[in-house]
């Protein structure tokens, strides 16, 4: 099994930044593991935000947030992160943790094996 426990979200005002974390860990996680994040707003239904190969060389990211937000990830850490920048109203959400052994999986099919129970992220105009 693999459990993915989220951290970082919290209230910011528009504009501000947000450094969300996602720690990895279980007996079958592998660093080879593709990671991403997935957003729930109230009302709406979960929206894809980005994804990261296990090497960390591919990254693709929904249109609504590029140029904002940074996908990265540490290996030994078993850790990815997501960097979010200029934050609007709009990207208020819960956020949650992605883990697959396919980044095409969870990049292009929009979907993963393992999530976690997910952070709230609010921002305020």
């Known amino acids: 099994q693999v459990q993915l426990v989220e951290s970082g979200g919290g209230a910011v005002q528009a504009g501000g930044s947000l450094r969300l974390s996602c720690a990895a860990s279980g007996r079958t996680f592998s660093s080879s593991y593709a990671m991403g994040w997935f957003r729930r707003a109230p009302g709406k239904e979960r929206e894809f935000v980005a994804a990261i190969s296990w090497s960390g060389g591919s990254t693709t990211y929904a249109d609504s947030v590029k140029g904002r937000f940074t996908i990265s990830r540490d290996n030994a850490k078993k850790t990815a992160y997501l960097q979010m920048n200029s934050l609007k109203p709009e990207d208020t959400a819960v956020y949650y943790c992605?883990?697959?052994?396919?980044?095409?999986?969870?990049?292009?099919?929009?979907?993963?094996?393992?999530w976690g129970r997910g952070t709230q992220v609010t921002v305020s105009s």
């Open positions: 992605v883990a697959d052994e396919s980044f095409s999986r969870i990049a292009t099919i929009r979907t993963g094996d393992y």
